[in-house]
């Protein structure tokens, strides 16, 4: 296979021959009305999107966290205001509160997934420059929401630490998120809303 390199100060292209590119999987044998409408029905929120509207609105919270197990909590109080966003496809979070006698300011995304059947979720937030994903399902009729994922820790620079947020919904004004690290509950946060 013969490539065609261009040096262009001290930045290399390549160029590949026609018809060379290929995607990560094979072709399917679908024809363009199939495909369309496979797209359309992944594209369209569903019932676990209207699951997630228990979580839209202002909330309080009450935020309950254990920096060492079996250690005494520290005990705060939060805001959330959470709407929907691009055509009630995702819920955004905005988040208020105090870690460590710390204010500051998260962000969350989260919706689900129609083509993988997954609820899916991103957090960032004022105190760190790491992005928190996690992946999940619902049990209970989605009562029960359990994601998982990893992060690294800064403090003692342990990399791929396994976590795991459980959503409890009670009912529409109230739901708790339970959060794991490394197995241990670290955080629990009663919503209520205003």
């Known amino acids: 296979m013969k490539t065609h390199v261009y040096d262009t100060e001290g930045t290399t292209m390549t160029k590949r021959p026609q018809g060379e590119i290929k995607s990560g999987s094979s072709k399917p044998n679908l024809n363009k009305e199939e495909m369309a409408k496979k797209m359309q029905a992944a594209d369209t929120p569903g019932p676990a999107h209207q699951v997630l509207r228990n979580f839209e609105g202002d909330w309080n919270a009450a935020v ?4 060492d197990a079996g250690g005494q909590p520290n005990v705060s109080t939060a805001t959330s205001k959470v709407k929907w966003i691009l055509d009630g496809r995702f819920l955004e979070e905005e988040f208020h509160g105090e870690m460590m006698g710390t204010s ?3 962000r969350c995304l989260m919706g689900f997934d129609n ?3 997954k609820f899916k979720s991103v957090w960032v937030d004022s105190l760190h420059t790491s992005m928190c994903t ?3 399902k619902a049990d209970n009729g989605y009562k029960v929401i359990t994601l998982e994922g990893k992060v690294d820790c800064p403090g003692t620079g342990r990399k791929d630490v396994p976590i ?10 109230k739901h708790v998120l339970e959060m794991f690290t490394d197995g241990a509950k670290t955080m629990v946060i009663a919503y209520t809303r205003r």
């Open 64 to 67: 309950t966290c254990w920096m």
């Open 104 to 106: 500051f300011t998260g």
């Open 115 to 117: 083509t993988r059947q």
């Open 134 to 136: 996690s992946v999940g």
């Open 164 to 173: 795991k947020q459980v959503f409890r919904v009670f009912s529409r004004d």
